[in-house]
Nanobody, 120 residues
């Protein structure tokens, strides 16, 4: 089992930046694809960004160009750097770990989530 703990959420003004962190338990972190998803009230959970073990990334259309996902395998940590934040980015952000199958991911483990609120 893999436990994921997110941190870094909070209140930020529109146009601001925020970095989320997710620390994974265990010694097999480098083997997993990692991702950030988000879910706003009344909305379906959506992919924000994913990263494969060796660094290949993909991004959701709603955030493309404004966020960067990266990982530090030595620290069992994946990050989400968010820039030019908009009110519509307000959501609970979830960290996940899973596997990549060529064109899609299977997410096996989820964190508890961290709230991001973008408001002036």
């Amino acid at each position: 089992q893999v436990q994921l703990v997110e941190s870094g959420g909070g209140l930020v003004q529109p146009g601001g930046s925020l970095r989320l962190s997710c620390v994974a338990s265990g010694s097999t972190f480098s083997m997993y694809a990692m991702a950030w998803h988000r879910q706003a009230p009344g909305k379906e959970r959506a992919l924000v960004a994913g990263i494969r073990p060796f660094g290949n990334t993909n991004y959701g259309d709603s955030v493309k160009g404004r966020v960067t996902i990266f990982r530090d395998n030595a620290k069992n940590t994946v990050y989400l750097e968010m820039n030019s934040l908009k009110p519509e980015d307000t959501a609970v952000y979830y960290c996940s770990a899973g596997r990549y199958f060529g064109t899609s991911y299977q997410w096996d483990y989820w964190g508890q989530g961290t709230q991001v609120t973008v408001s002036s």
